[in-house]
């Protein structure tokens, strides 16, 4: 069993910046494949990002390519994005899952282990 905790979130201006972290219990948190979704009122949960154990192996959605970089420290049993240039449109609840194996798993049905998630809120 794995858990998860988010926490970063916030209310930030157009423009700004916001870094959330992902801490995960556990002594294999190095081989999961870790995501972070996001899911806005009235929206499905959408992929956002996802590293792979190694952290050399990461993939984007386009709506937040070249914005949001996303790192693992598998010391730390954490894993981060780090999120610029905020868009009103990146209002949402951020998730990161967890799952047990390595691929490319980009649909939330795809993953194991779920945070509470973390409210991120961008004003105009």
């Known amino acids: 069993q794995v858990q998860l905790v988010e926490s970063g979130g916030g209310l930030v201006q157009a423009g700004g910046s916001l870094r959330l972290s992902c801490a995960a219990s556990?002594?294999?948190?190095?081989?999961?494949?870790m995501g972070w979704f996001r899911q806005a009122p009235g929206k499905e949960r959408e992929f956002v990002a996802r590293i792979r154990s190694s952290a050399g192996n990461i993939y984007y959605a386009d709506s937040v390519k070249g914005r949001f970089t996303i790192s693992r420290d598998n010391a730390e049993n954490t894993a981060y994005p780090q999120m610029n240039s905020l868009k009103p449109e990146d209002t949402a609840v951020y998730y990161c899952?967890?799952?047990?194996?390595?691929?490319?798993?980009?649909?939330?049905?795809?993953?194991?282990?779920w945070g509470q998630g973390t409210q991120v809120t961008v004003s105009s």
């Open positions: 556990g002594r294999t948190f190095s081989s999961y494949t």
């Open positions: 899952a967890a799952k047990a194996r390595v691929g490319i798993y980009t649909t939330p049905n795809e993953y194991d282990y």
